[in-house]
T-cell receptor, first 114, second 112 residues
Framework: GAVVSQHPSWVICKSGTSVKIECRSL??????MFWYRQFPKQSLMLMAT?????????EQGVEKDKFLINHASLTLSTLTVTSAHPEDSSFYIC??????????FGPGTRLTVT | DAKTTQPPSMDCAEGRAANLPCNHS???????VYWYRQIHSQGPQYIIH???NNETNEMASLIITEDRKSSTLILPHATLRDTAVYYC?????????????FGTGTRLQVTL
């Protein structure tokens, strides 16, 4: 149990376009999901906390108008990178919190902006 | 959340025990010690967690010192598949969906 999926697993987009990444909890409901970003050879950095039915909470330095988060249901959160630039190329990872407050991570989405 | 300190890298021969240390000298009474690992280009995988007692599961053992200022993750018989970055995280566990703060971790290389 406690499986989290992400879609797509990798995506290439042109500079200036927007990309949506989905995070789903497959066998449990998640009131809270987290979005992380990881650059090559670096650790995971928390971007935002996504709560179902309310606005996301962004970490300091993360532009909320650029990284749009929607937690429309208890099993789905989406991260949209708007007007993507090459410096947004990164590995994006989500996690979902189940009833016991444990976090389960998705497999990640590799975004490349050309 | 308390900060943790881990060695940047370690090597281990396949079949041997891998002992990964972590210092968390500022840990508070309601904080647990969690261990995750991240295999290249994958999401982090939960390994084990504990408060003050030693813990063991099918993946690893966690030894926490009596003063709780440090801990050691033990992989009893390391295999090549255990090559990964291992993260030690201390986390407030007061019944909320608290966030995890990842440090730089220890890159474990298991060799033949």
């Amino acid at each position: 149990g406690a499986v989290v999926s992400q879609h797509p697993s990798w995506v290439i987009c042109k500079s200036g376009t927007s990309v949506k990444i989905e995070c789903r909890s497959l066998d449990f409901q998640a009131t809270t999901m987290f979005w992380y970003r990881q650059f090559p050879k670096q650790s995971l950095m928390l971007m935002a906390t996504s709560n179902e039915g309310s606005k996301a909470t962004y970490e300091q330095g993360v532009e909320k108008d650029k990284f749009l988060i929607n937690h429309a249901s208890l099993t789905l959160s989406t991260l949209t990178v708007t007007s993507a630039h090459p410096e947004d190329s990164s590995f994006y990872i989500c996690s979902a919190v189940e009833n016991s407050y444990e976090q389960y991570f998705g497999p990640g989405t590799r975004l490349t902006v050309t | 959340d308390a900060k943790t300190t881990q060695p940047p890298s370690m090597d281990c021969a396949e079949g041997r025990a891998a002992n990964l240390p972590c210092n968390h000298s500022t840990i508070s009474g309601n904080e647990y010690v969690y261990w995750y690992r991240q295999i290249h280009s994958q999401g982090p995988q939960y390994i084990i967690h504990g408060l003050k007692n030693n813990e063991t599961n099918e993946m690893a053992s966690l030894i926490i010192t009596e003063d709780r200022k440090s801990s050691t993750l033990i992989l009893p018989h390391a295999t090549l598949r255990d090559t990964a970055v291992y993260y030690c995280i201390v986390r407030d566990y007061t019944g909320t969906a608290s966030k995890l703060t990842f440090g730089t971790g220890t890159r474990l290389q298991v060799t033949l």
